[in-house]
């Protein structure tokens, strides 16, 4: 089994990359933090607060984030939970009007490579 390099493990802001949730575990390798790599093709690198709004949208796209899926562990999101969320489709909610608040101390720096730094701001929790 082939070992995946997880990226540095750094922020959008140059800071260490701050956990995003361990309830639900969330992030591409499952460790609680929006840690990303090569093999992450879908750029699970932002770290959103779900909303009932986001969670319909996602649903509506194709993607639904609210139905537990026990077969492969995924006890399905409600509002309230954090999730290390897909960049492109943090970037459709965005441009849609319905995108979701995201830490930016828990998102990874790669999410820049997708997102506009100002879209990422405009949706934070925190004031930097």
Not at 46 to 62: I, N, P, R, Y
């Amino acid at each position: 089994m082939a070992v995946l390099d997880i990226d540095a493990s750094v922020n959008i802001l140059g800071e260490p990359l701050e956990p995003c949730s361990t309830r639900p575990m969330t992030g591409f390798f499952r460790n609680g933090c929006c840690d990303t790599s090569d093999a992450d093709r879908g750029s699970h690198t932002v770290c959103a607060v779900m909303t009932a709004e986001f969670l319909a949208f996602s649903k509506a796209q194709g993607n639904d984030l609210s139905t537990p899926r026990p077969e492969y562990g995924f006890p399905g999101l409600r509002p309230g939970d954090r999730w290390c969320l897909c960049a492109a489709r943090f970037l459709e909610a965005h441009a849609a009007g319905h995108a979701p608040r995201v830490s930016l101390r828990a998102t990874h720096r790669r999410a820049l490579e997708i997102v506009p730094l100002d879209a990422l701001r405009e949706m934070a929790l925190e004031r930097t």
